[in-house]
C-alpha cells in the first residue's frame, strides 16, 4: 500500500510540475482577439469558445475586441472601429493578434499590418484571401469553406428541378460567397439579398415559384428579425426544398450542412501558441476548416411531405423535432 501510494504521489508531482512548467513558459504573454462580429452573435462566440479553450491554463492574457460590424455596416463606421482595434494593439502591445472574419482582414489587417513586425493569426475569411494579398511574413490562418456543396447534393434528393435560389442578409461577407459559388462551382442562382424582415419574408415567398430549391444564407443583420415568426412564416409559407449554412438558421429550412465555429478557434489559438514557441507564421501553412455538421428539420420534412433517408438521419449531427 506505502509503495503504490508513493508512486501515485511520484505521478502526481510529476503532472503538477509538468503543468506549471507549461504555463510558467506562457506568463507575460498577451493575445489580442480581434472578432469582426459582436458577443452574443453564435459564431462569434463559438470562434471565442475554441480559444479559450485552448488557452486555458496557459497564464497567457487574453483581451478581445469586437469591431460590431455585422449590426454597424457602413463603411464609416468600419473604417473607425479598425482604427480602434489598432490603438488598441499599439496600447496592448499583444505577443499574437487572432482576426476573425472578413472584415477585420479587409479593414484592420490587410490595411496596416501587411508584413509588419506584429504576429497575426486570422480566421473566418470565407473561401478566398486574395483580397487581403495574404499570406504575409507576419501571418497566416485558416480559411472558412461551406458546406454548399454538400447542401446543394442533399436538396437535390427532394427538388423537382435543378433552378437554385439564395437568399441571406444583405451583407459583404454573403455577396462574396455567392461570387465564390459562381466562378469556382460554376453554380449559378437566383441571388436576393435584403436588409429587413418583412423583405426577406417577401423575397422567400417569391423564391418558392421561381426556383426549385433554396439556400437560406445568413440572417445575421436583417433589421426587425423575430425567430418565433420566423419559424410560423416558414412552416406556412415552404413549398421547395430549403438548405441553411449556419447552425442558428437551421429552424427555418428542412436541412443545414454547417460549419462548427469551435474549429476556426482552436486553430487559431493552437497556431497562436506555436508562434509564441518560435515558429515564424510564415512557415505555418494557410489552412481551411474541415468540420460540416448535419441537421435536419422534421417540421418542415413534415410541411413538405417528404421523409429523410436512413443514411441522412444515420449521420445527422442533430435533428430538430
Known sequence: MKRSFVLLLCITSVFFIATTVSAAKYTGKKILFVDSYHEGYAWSDGITAGIKEVLK?????????????????SNEYKEATALKAKALIEEFKPDVVIAADDNASLYLVSRYYRDADIPFVFCGVNWDVTNYKYPYKNAT??????????????????????????????EYTDQKETDIYKKVFKINMTNYFTKDFAGWKDKFIKLQSEVDMIIIGNNAGIKGWNDEDAKAFVLANTKVPTGALYDWCTPYALLGAVN??????????????????????????????????????????????????????????????
Do not use: C
Not at 57 to 73: A, H, P, Q, S
Not at 141 to 169: C, D, P, W
Open 141 to 170: 490562418g485558416m480559411i472558412e469553406v461551406n458546406g454548399i456543396t454538400q447542401i446543394l447534393e442533399k436538396l437535390k434528393h427532394f427538388a423537382k428541378g435543378a433552378r437554385i435560389g439564395y437568399l441571406s442578409a444583405s
Open 260 to 321: 462548427v465555429p469551435e474549429e476556426q478557434g482552436q486553430w487559431s489559438a493552437q497556431t497562436a501558441l506555436k508562434i509564441l514557441d518560435g515558429t515564424p507564421p510564415s512557415s505555418i501553412k494557410i489552412a481551411s476548416n474541415k468540420k460540416v455538421n448535419l441537421i435536419l428539420n422534421k417540421k418542415i420534412a413534415k410541411t413538405l411531405g417528404v421523409t429523410f433517408p436512413p443514411d441522412y438521419v444515420k449521420s445527422a449531427f442533430r435533428v430538430i423535432e
Open 57 to 73: 491554463g496557459t497564464d497567457i492574457e487574453l483581451k478581445v475586441f469586437r469591431m460590431d460590424t455585422k449590426r454597424n455596416g
